[in-house]
């Protein structure tokens, strides 16, 4: 089963979630509705607490994780994902903030602390590193990332489209029994899974 509790937190799914059988979601997750995680795609509640927003999409192979609690970070860094984001294949989300209709392009690494602002793509193979903070409408790309340009009117409509291309997708696997191998009911709670 992809949903796992850590010391009695178990992961919530909002309504028309999708959760591929062979992803791992485990302890303090919330997922918003119309929200889909792929293939072998890992969240790890279990120092820190995940948020992932509504119409938002982790695709195959992508980590998310947080760092735990100090005395001189008492929040620790937790992972936070906006709505309608799409987090491409082989990305690592650690202890971050993305905000809304961003692309986070396949194979990032985006580190604690780092700040993704509403309406950012990041091109493939970047890495934003810890504590920084973006501006919004902006192209990103590198290791580290730096600013290329501002996003086109037509990209800035793209980050839109790519999530809820993928919301048609997991709609399909939802409609479709043969290919839904692993979907949950609407509002599963935490003990709501043996």
Request: overall charge negative; glycine content about 12%.
């Amino acid at each position: 089963m992809p949903l796992s509790s850590y010391l009695g937190d178990m992961p919530t799914l909002g309504a028309r979630v999708y959760v591929h059988a062979s992803s791992q979601i485990i302890g303090n997750v919330s997922i918003g509705n119309d929200s889909s995680i792929w293939c072998n795609a890992v969240l790890r509640g279990d120092v820190n607490h995940i948020v992932i927003g509504q119409g938002t999409n982790v695709q195959d192979l992508t980590m998310g994780h947080v760092s735990h609690k100090t005395p001189d970070k008492p929040a620790g860094s937790p992972l936070v994902v906006g709505d309608y984001v799409t987090v491409g294949h082989s990305v690592i989300l650690h202890g971050c903030t993305v905000g809304n209709e961003c692309m986070i392009g396949m194979g990032s690494i985006i580190m604690d602390d780092a700040i993704i602002p509403d309406r950012v793509m990041i091109g493939a193979g970047s890495l934003v590193s810890p504590g920084k903070v973006l501006e919004s409408g902006m192209l990103y790309v590198g290791r580290p990332v730096k600013a290329v340009r501002a996003l086109t009117p037509e990209e800035i409509a793209y980050l839109r489209y790519s999530a809820e291309h993928y919301m048609e997708v997991k709609n399909n696997f939802l409609n479709s029994p043969q290919e839904a191998v692993c979907c949950l009911p609407p509002a599963q709670g935490r003990g709501d899974i043996d």
